[in-house]
C-alpha cells in the first residue's frame, strides 16, 4: 500500500528523544527513540519509551507547546516494554499497535497496514525485530518520514539478533526504504538512508 502514500505532505516530525542502548558500569541501559507527529489537530507520540527522565522527555514535549493531555495517538512499534511503558503519560492518547487501537477500554481490532492517523500519517505493517513491528511514516514538506525499529540506529544492526527470521526483516527494510527519505530508528538519532544502511 505504501505506493500510494504522499512524497510530501502536511505533517511535521521531531524526535523528542533519540534512543540508545548501552552497557555502563552498572548495567546495560536501553533508552527509546521518542517521537513527536503533528498534522492538524492530530498529534502522535511514537514509542514512549523507556527513558532515563519521564519529566525531562514531557519538558521536550512541552518545550515545543504541547501539553500531555493534547496528545491524540500513541503508537507502538512493537510490543517490547522499551518503547511501551510509559503510554499512560498521555492520559488522552489511543494507543495503536499492530492489530487493534485501544482507547479508554475499548479494544478495536484491525489490521495496521494501510491504517491512517491522519491524510499525512500512516501506518505499515513491517515485521522482522518481532512479528508485531509497525512502521509509522509520515509525510511532511520535505519528505517522508518513517518512525520503525527495522533499525536500531544509521548501522543497523545488520542482522537483527532478535528478530525470528532475518529474510522477513530485510523484506520490511526494503518496503520502507521504498517510500522513506528520513529513518527514525528504534534506538538512535534520525538518519537519511543511503549505500551503507544495512537491508
Ligand atoms: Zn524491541
Ligand atoms: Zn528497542
Known amino acids: 500500500m505504501a505506493g500510494d502514500f504522499p ?12 534512543g540508545y542502548a548501552r552497557e555502563e558500569g552498572d548495567g546495560e541501559h536501553v533508552g527509546s527513540t521518542v517521537t513527536l507527529i503533528q498534522d492538524g489537530n492530530v498529534v502522535v507520540v511514537v514509542d514512549p519509551g ?3 527522565s519521564r519529566s525531562a522527555l514531557l519538558a521536550e514535549l512541552t518545550g515545543v507547546g504541547v501539553q500531555p493531555g493534547q496528545v491524540t495517538d500513541v503508537v507502538f512499534s512493537h510490543h517490547h516494554p522499551d518503547h511501551t511503558v510509559n503510554a499512560a503519560l498521555f492520559p488522552a492518547a489511543r494507543i495503536h499497535d499492530h492489530w487493534a487501537v485501544y482507547d479508554g477500554d475499548l479494544w478495536i481490532s484491525r489490521e495496521a497496514d494501510g491504517y491512517e492517523l491522519s491524510p499525512s500519517i500512516r501506518l505499515l505493517a513491517t515485521p522482522g525485530h518481532t512479528p508485531e513491528d509497525i512502521t509509522t511514516l509520515a509525510a511532511t514538506a520535505e519528505g517522508v518520514y518513517a518512525c520503525t525499529h527495522a ?13 525470528p527470521d532475518q529474510s522477513i526483516l530485510t523484506a520490511s527494510r526494503a518496503r520502507i526504504l521504498a517510500v522513506a527519505t528520513v529513518i527514525v530508528p528504534g534506538h538512535g538519532p534520525a538518519f537519511t538512508p543511503d549505500d551503507s544502511t544495512p537491508r
Do not use: E, N, Q
Not at 7 to 18: F, K, N, Q
Not at 151 to 163: I, L, S
Open 7 to 18: 512524497a510530501t505532505g502536511s505533517a511535521t516530525v521531531r524526535v523528542l528523544h533519540a
Open 151 to 163: 533499525w536500531w540506529g544509521a548501522a543497523g544492526p545488520p542482522d537483527d539478533p532478535f528478530a
Open 50 to 52: 523507556m527513558v532515563s
